[in-house]
């Protein structure tokens, strides 16, 4: 099993990045002592790596009216029907985190709604008529304090298991597929 080193520089990367996806590589390669070229190929190198799994823009829900921010916990009659559950999670588009968690409850999702209606029909009308779902427990947040990428910090011994990664990939794949 292989991993991939992550070093200083590679750190200073990731940091400029995940405060700003945007920012031109040289400006990067200027902070960093390196040239543009340097940076390009090292973030390819950590895009095939697993390292970087991507980059987006972020809409702000309530700006196309999704008022309504909730967490649901899930809990399932029989937990080895865990893979039936998450494709049928999949479909809903009011979905936009899935965890499976430790407690409780097998399942930790996030869902954005129109209003209090719309949550209820979701909850009601679609999650608790899924197969294996047992019960739902939902939470709604009031505000979000907090929202940032994982933060980027000189690590000692730092390093991406190649395992980690080919199961990652093979989740992407399977996503593009359906």
Not at 22 to 41: D, T
Not at 105 to 126: G, P, Q, R, S
Request: net charge positive; hydrophobic share 40%; aromatic share 8%.
């Amino acid at each position: 099993m292989s991993s991939y080193q992550i070093d200083q520089i590679d750190q200073k990367i990731l940091s400029f990045l995940v405060k700003n996806a945007r920012m031109p590589f040289l400006e990067i390669a200027r902070e960093c002592g390196v040239s543009g070229a340097a940076i390009h190929q090292r973030v390819k190198r950590l895009e095939t790596n697993g390292v970087i799994t991507g980059s987006q823009m972020l809409v702000k829900p309530q700006a196309l009216g999704l008022n309504v921010c909730a967490f649901v916990s899930v809990s399932l009659s029989e937990a080895n029907k865990y893979p039936e559950v998450i494709d049928a999670f999949k479909k809903i588009s009011e979905i936009v985190e899935c965890h499976f968690v430790t407690g409780k409850h097998a399942i930790l999702i996030k869902l954005y709604c129109l209003d209090y209606d719309h949550l209820m029909e979701i909850l009601l009308n679609t999650i608790q008529k899924i197969p294996y779902v047992q019960s739902t427990d939902t939470q709604i947040s009031l505000d979000q304090s907090i929202e940032r990428q994982v933060w980027v910090k000189d690590f000692q011994n730092t390093s991406f298991s190649a395992s980690v990664k080919k199961s990652r990939m093979k989740a992407k794949e399977k996503e593009h597929k359906d």
